[in-house]
C-alpha cells in the first residue's frame, strides 16, 4: 500500500474518530461542523512535512511562549523551544514558597537531554509517542492537539470579561492532564483549552498546528551558528581554557558572572545568542554540559568552558544580554591579566568556600572586579531583577515599586576596595547559600547573618569616622559627587532605574520618572554580594529556609544601599527621611539594624544644602553630576521648570504633554489599574507611538514575602510614563487613534470609581475575549523587535488582568 494511500485511510480513521467522539458521553459534545473542519484539514495535509522554524515555531511564538516561556509555564510545559514540547508536563511546581525539601532541578537541556530521561524525572508527553506514527494516533495521542481542539468547540466570548469559572490568576490551581485522563479532564474543564483564556486561534493557525501535528510533530533541523559567531568563539574559548593559574582563576570568575547572560558576538545577527557553559569536551568536540544547581558547584576533575548556541526563542523575562567582542577581550586583559598579581593556588569547590566570590577570587585586584561590574552595572541589577529564574518575588518583594541607583566611583584608596579590608571581613561576609538548600532553621540562621552584618559594617564604621571625625573632612554637596561614578563621561550604567511590577521588575539606563522615596548607592561588596546572594547562589528549586532566608538577607543590602545614599545627605536630616521611608513591619526590622550604623549615621559628611528638602536637593545634583548619562530629560515625569513640554506642533510632543497629566494622578483611586499597561497610539501620519503607564504602589511595609498585598498604603500610588515599552509583563494593553489622546487622558483623570475604570476600558481597551486581540499584542511585541533588535524579547501575558 503506498503512503499515500495509508495516510488516506489514517485520515479516515480520524474522521470516524472525531465523530464518534460526538456521541460519547464521557467527552464534551463535537458538532459534525468541526468534525468536517479537521477531516478537510487533514484532507489538504500537504505531502512534504510542514517546516516547524518557518511555519509552527512563529505560531508558537505569537500564541503559545507567551504563557508558556519560562519555569512559571503551566505545567512547566515549555514551548520555546522544540525540546520543550518534547519534553512534556509535570505536576511539579517550580514556584513553591512552602516546600520542606529542595526539589530536583528541571531546567531544560541542563538537567537532562533525552526524552526518556524526562519521562523518568516525571514528566509525561503531550505528542504522540507511541510506536504508530500515523494521522490517527497523531492526534489521538496527543495532548496538545486535545487542548487545541477543546478551545475550538467552546470558544470564549467575544466581549466582555472573562467567565469566573476561568481563572486567571498567577499562582491558580493546575490540573495537568494525560492522554489517557484528557476525557475527564475535558468534562470539568471544558472552557480551558488553549490558548487559555485567550481569544481562539486563527483558521489558518488552528489548522497548520492541526497537520503539523498529524504529520508526527517534524522538528526542526539543528541551528547553525553564523561565520562571525564561529571565528569569535574560537578564540574566547582559547581564551578562557588557557591553562594558567592566573587565567584559571580569572576564567572561573567570568564564568560565575556570566553564567546567565545570553552572550551575543559583536557582528553576528541580531538574534543569535550563546551560553557560557562548564562542558566535559574540549573546544573542537561537540558541548558536553555539566549540570550544577550552581555556578561554584564542583564541575569535576576535569572540564572545559565552552559557548553553547541558545536555540530557544527569546522571552523578555529572562533575557539578559552581554556582548562579547575584541573589545571586550581586550578590557579583560587590561582588568585581569596585565595587573601584577599572583595565583599561588586554585580555590576548590566546597560549598563554605566557594558561596564567598571574597575569599575565592581574593588574588585578583578588588579595582578590577568592581570596574568589572560597574561596565555592565545594568546587567548585573538585571540579574536578579530579571534572571534565569523568571519569577523574581523573593528577590522583589524586599524593593520599592521605583527607585534610582547610583554607584561609588571606583577610586584605588576607598576602604570597600582595599584587600586589606576585605580580608579582615571575609568572615562577615559570608552568605546563606554556603548552608545549602534543605536547612530548616530560619530564625537562627537570620540571626547568624544578621550578626555577621553588623560586624561588617561596623567595620566600615570605623573608617569613615576616622576620615570624617574632624571638621575639616566635611564635604561641599558638590565636592561629595566626587564619590559618585559617573560612568567616566560615557558609560550609562552609571545611573539606573528600576521599576518593581509584583513579583517582576524591569531596569532602565538613566533617571526614569519622578524623584523616588528612596534610592540606592552601591559599591563593590554591596554589588558582588547581591550578585552572589541573588543570582549564583539561588536556588529556585530550594527549600523554604533557603528561600526566606534569601529574602531577609537581601532585607540586609536594601538598607546598606539606602543608608550610604542618606550619607550624602544632611546629618540632621536623615533620621527624618529614614523615618520616611520605613513603616510598620518594615520598620521593626530595620531597628534591628540600626545600632550597627549609628556611627555612620551620626557622622557629618556633607554640607551646604541650600534648601529645605535636602532629598530633592541631591536628586538634582546627582542629575547635575552625572548629565548625559542620567539619561535624556524626563519632561513628562519630572519638571524642573515651569514648562517641561513644549507644546509645539510636533505629534510626539503633544503626545508627551497629554501623558503628562497621567503621570501626574496620585493616590488611592489608582489601585484600579494595572501595574503595567501598553498604549499603542494610531498615528496615520506616522509610525504609531507606544508608550507604558506603570504603577508605583506604595506600602506600609515591605517585609512578607507572600503578603504584600495586604500591606498596601494605597495613598502613596503614584504613575510613571514611559516612551517605549518597560516591563516584560504587561497587565493590558489600550489602543486608541491619535485624535483620541486628549479624551483618553481625560477619561483616565476622571476615574473615581471601578465602574468607571470598566467603562474606560470598554472604550480604550482590549481584554482577553477582544477579536483585536491577537493583533495587538503583535503590534506590541514587533515594536520592540524594531526598536531593540538584540534586547527585544517575546512579552509574558500570564498577568493579563480580566478587566
Known amino acids: 500500500m503506498s503512503n499515500r494511500n495509508k495516510r488516506s485511510l489514517g485520515i479516515l480513521s480520524v474522521f470516524l474518530l472525531i465523530l464518534i467522539l460526538g456521541g460519547c458521553t464521557t467527552k464534551p459534545s463535537v458538532t459534525r461542523d468541526q468534525a468536517t473542519v479537521d477531516y478537510d484539514l487533514l484532507l489538504d495535509m500537504p505531502e512534504e512535512d510542514i517546516s516547524y522554524n518557518d511555519v509552527i515555531r512563529p505560531i508558537f511564538d505569537k500564541r503559545c511562549v507567551v504563557c508558556h516561556g519560562c519555569y512559571d509555564a503551566p505545567c512547566q510545559l515549555k514551548l520555546s523551544s522544540f525540546e520543550g514540547l518534547q519534553r512534556g508536563a509535570s505536576k511539579t511546581q517550580v514556584y513553591d514558597g512552602a516546600r520542606f525539601r529542595a526539589i530536583e532541578p528541571s531546567r531544560l537541556n541542563i538537567d537532562a537531554k533525552t526524552v526518556e530521561e524526562w519521562r523518568e524525572r516525571g514528566f509525561h508527553s503531550v505528542l504522540n509517542e507511541s510506536i504508530e506514527d500515523e494521522a490517527k494516533n497523531n492526534l489521538d495521542n496527543s495532548v496538545l492537539y486535545q487542548m487545541l481542539r477543546l478551545k475550538q468547540l467552546h470558544p470564549q466570548p467575544r466581549v466582555g470579561m472573562i467567565s469566573d469559572d476561568v481563572d486567571v490568576s498567577l499562582n491558580r490551581k493546575q490540573v495537568c492532564t494525560s492522554a489517557d485522563n ?257 536547612s530548616i532553621r530560619v530564625l537562627s540562621t537570620w540571626r547568624t547573618y544578621l550578626a555577621l552584618q553588623k560586624e561588617y559594617l561596623a567595620s566600615k564604621d570605623v573608617f569613615l569616622k576616622g576620615h570624617f571625625d574632624n571638621e575639616e573632612a566635611v564635604l561641599d554637596i558638590s565636592d561629595a559627587m566626587d564619590y559618585i561614578w559617573n560612568g567616566d563621561g560615557k558609560n550609562p550604567n552609571a545611573a539606573l532605574t528600576v521599576f518593581r511590577h509584583y513579583d517582576s521588575a524591569s531596569v532602565s539606563y538613566g533617571l526614569v520618572g519622578d524623584y523616588p522615596e528612596t534610592a540606592w548607592v552601591i559599591d563593590y561588596p554591596l554589588l558582588e554580594r547581591i550578585h552572589y546572594l541573588l543570582v549564583a547562589g539561588f536556588n529556585v528549586f530550594g527549600n523554604v529556609t533557603h528561600q526566606l532566608t534569601t529574602r531577609l538577607y537581601m532585607d540586609f543590602l536594601r538598607m546598606e544601599a539606602e543608608n550610604q545614599f542618606l550619607l550624602f545627605t544632611p546629618v540632621d536630616q536623615r533620621e527624618r527621611i529614614r523615618d520616611s521611608w520605613y513603616a510598620g513591619m518594615q520598620k521593626k526590622v530595620e531597628r534591628e539594624f540600626k545600632d550597627a550604623q549609628q556611627v555612620v549615621m551620626a557622622l557629618d559628611t556633607v554640607d551646604g544644602y541650600e534648601t529645605d528638602d535636602p532629598q530633592r536637593e541631591l536628586y538634582q545634583t546627582l542629575e547635575d553630576h552625572l548629565g548625559a548619562m542620567a539619561g535624556p530629560s524626563d519632561t513628562i515625569n519630572r519638571c524642573r521648570t515651569d514648562d517641561c513640554v513644549n507644546r509645539d506642533t510636533s505629534v510626539e510632543r503633544r503626545i508627551d504633554g497629554a501623558m503628562q497629566r497621567i503621570a501626574g494622578m496620585r493616590g488611592e483611586i489608582l489601585s484600579v489599574f494595572p501595574d503595567v499597561s501598553f498604549i499603542r497610539v494610531r498615528n496615520e501620519g506616522g509610525d504609531d507611538l507606544a508608550y507604558t503607564v506603570i504603577l508605583n504602589k506604595g506600602y506600609a511595609n515591605i517585609t512578607s514575602m507572600f503578603q504584600n498585598e495586604d500591606r498596601r498604603d494605597r495613598s502613596q500610588d503614584t504613575l510613571t510614563v514611559v516612551k517605549g515599552l518597560e516591563g516584560s509583563y504587561p497587565n493590558f494593553f489600550f489602543d486608541l487613534d491619535i485624535q483620541q489622546v486628549d479624551a483618553f487622558v481625560a477619561r483616565f483623570e476622571s476615574i473615581r470609581t471601578r465602574g468607571e475604570y470598566e467603562k474606560f476600558v470598554g472604550l480604550y481597551g482590549l481584554r482577553r475575549t477582544n477579536t483585536g486581540f491577537w493583533s495587538i499584542s503583535d503590534w506590541f511585541q514587533n515594536w520592540a523587535r524594531e526598536y531593540q533588535p538584540k534586547r527585544a524579547g517575546i512579552f509574558d501575558l500570564n498577568r493579563y488582568r480580566n478587566r
Open 182 to 438: 484528557f476525557a475527564e479532564f475535558a468534562s470539568q474543564h471544558p472552557l480551558w483549552g488553549m490558548p487559555y483564556a485567550m481569544p481562539n486561534l486563527s483558521n489558518n493557525e488552528y489548522g497548520l498546528l492541526v497537520q503539523w501535528i498529524a504529520q508526527g510533530t517534524p522538528g526542526p533541523e539543528p541551528a547553525k551558528s553564523s561565520e562571525e559567531a564561529l571565528q569569535q568563539i574560537e578564540r574566547w574559548e582559547w581564551f578562557l581554557n588557557d591553562t594558567s593559574l592566573k587565567q584559571q582563576l580569572v576564567s572561573r570568575y567570568l564564568y560565575e558572572h556570566l553564567f546567565q547572560a545570553h552572550i551575543h558576538f559583536e557582528g553576528s545577527p541580531d538574534r543569535e545568542f550563546y551560553r557560557l557553559v562548564r562542558s566535559t569536551t574540549p573546544s573542537g568536540q561537540p558541548v558536553v554540559e555539566i549540570p550544577t544547581v550552581r555556578p561554584y558547584d564542583d564541575p569535576g576533575a576535569t572540564f572545559y568552558y565552552r559557548l553553547l548556541r541558545y536555540d530557544a526563542s527569546i522571552v523578555a523575562k529572562d533575557h539578559v544580554v552581554y556582548v562579547w567582542s575584541d573589545q571586550r577581550m581586550q578590557r579583560y586583559r587590561e582588568l585581569f591579566i596585565e595587573p601584577d598579581y599572583v595565583v599561588a593556588e586554585l580555590p576548590g569547590f566546597d560549598r563554605q568556600v566557594a558561596s564567598n566570590p571574597f575569599r575565592v577570587f581574593a588574588p585578583i585586584p578588588p579595582i578590577s572586579r568592581y570596574e568589572f561590574l560597574l561596565d555592565d552595572a545594568r546587567f548585573f541589577i538585571e540579574g536578579f531583577i530579571k534572571g534565569p529564574v523568571c519569577r523574581g518575588q523573593i528577590a522583589l518583594n524586599v524593593i520599592e515599586d521605583q527607585f534610582w541607583v547610583f554607584f561609588t566611583r571606583p577610586r584605588p584608596q576607598a576602604v570597600t576596595l582595599q584587600t586589606e579590608f576585605l580580608e579582615a571581613s571575609l568572615d562577615y561576609l559570608n552568605l546563606p547559600a554556603e548552608r545549602g538548600d534543605n
